[in-house]
């Protein structure tokens, strides 16, 4: 018997990577904000955010002069940017008050929203498959929110 060479996708090992690392920050950040204001831990976390990925950007020469970065897409990197900084300042100060599992679980409704907001707003296509799985992500998120004691 041979074993069967099956090869990931390359975008779906980050995302298990992206999963993996945010479970981590989740239990970091609730140890992290035990004894700090959740606005002041954001900032810190974010200022780490961008030494790090300035030190990967530099480390890949991947830098280029603000000129030469199509105005459009900075734009929209501006607005993810101001809706990451949202996210994160509403998910550290609910991580501060409310129990890792469901801060977590409710965050994932994200990826309800992400479906709908892509077939509304840029036009992907809404398949039943994306329908039915993001009824049962919404129904995971209620279910380990609600049976986490407050």
């Known amino acids: 018997m041979t074993a069967m060479n099956v090869a990931l996708p390359a975008w779906l090992l980050y995302a298990i990577g992206s999963a993996f690392f945010a479970a ?9 904000v035990v004894e700090m204001n959740s ?8 200022l780490i955010i961008l030494i790090v990925t300035a030190a990967i ?5 991947a830098w280029q002069a603000p000129s030469a970065l199509p105005t459009r897409a900075v734009l929209f990197l501006v607005l993810s940017g101001i809706a ?4 994160w300042l509403c998910y550290f100060r609910a991580l ?15 990826v309800v929203f992400v479906v ?9 296509r809404l398949t039943w498959q994306a329908v039915v799985g993001s009824f049962l992500v919404a129904a995971g998120a209620l279910l380990v929110s609600l049976s986490t004691p407050a």
Do not use: C, M, N, Y
């Open 24 to 32: 981590l920050t989740a239990i970091f950040a609730k140890i992290g």
């Open 57 to 61: 950007v530099s480390a890949r020469g």
């Open 39 to 46: 606005d002041l831990a954001t900032l810190i976390r974010t």
């Open 96 to 110: 501060q008050i409310g129990p890792v599992p469901g801060v977590v679980a409710i965050d994932k409704l994200s």
């Open 84 to 87: 990451t900084g949202l996210s």
């Open 116 to 124: 709908a907001l892509a077939a509304l707003l840029i036009g992907e």
